[in-house]
Nanobody, 112 residues
Framework: QVQLVESGGGLVQPGGSLRLSCAAS?????MGWYRQAPGKQRELVAF???????NYVDSVKGRFTASRDNAKNTVYLQMNSLKPEDTAVYYC?????????WGQGTQVTVSS
């Protein structure tokens, strides 16, 4: 069974930065970052292929950057210029997601 563990979240003021990490128990070719804000559906934020090709939803484009270290089965999400609207629990999973893979997520709170 694949296990995914997210880390790196925290409380940040608007304009600040965070880097999230996702450690996987085995390799997954296309990884996605997702987030779920209070009262909202979980949404895809970004994805990255095993070759390092990434894409982003318009709301985070230019501010977030995904990367990965395949030798460590780890993916990252660098988040800059954070806004209150980015507040959510952030998750990683395959893209498309596999329901059994969802982990606990990591909380990101952007507030002044």
């Amino acid at each position: 069974q694949v296990q995914l563990v997210e880390s790196g979240g925290g409380l940040v003021q608007p304009g600040g930065s965070l880097r999230l990490s996702c450690a996987a128990s085995s390799s997954i070719y296309v990884m996605g970052w997702y987030r779920q804000a209070p009262g909202k559906q979980r949404e895809l934020v970004a994805f990255i292929t095993g070759g390092g090709t990434s894409n982003y939803v318009d709301s985070v484009k230019g501010r977030f950057t995904a990367s990965r270290d395949n030798a460590k089965n780890t993916v990252y999400l660098q988040m800059n210029s954070l806004k209150p609207e980015d507040t959510a629990v952030y998750y990683c999973n395959s893209y498309p997601p596999q329901p059994p893979y969802w982990g606990q997520g990591t909380q990101v709170t952007v507030s002044s």
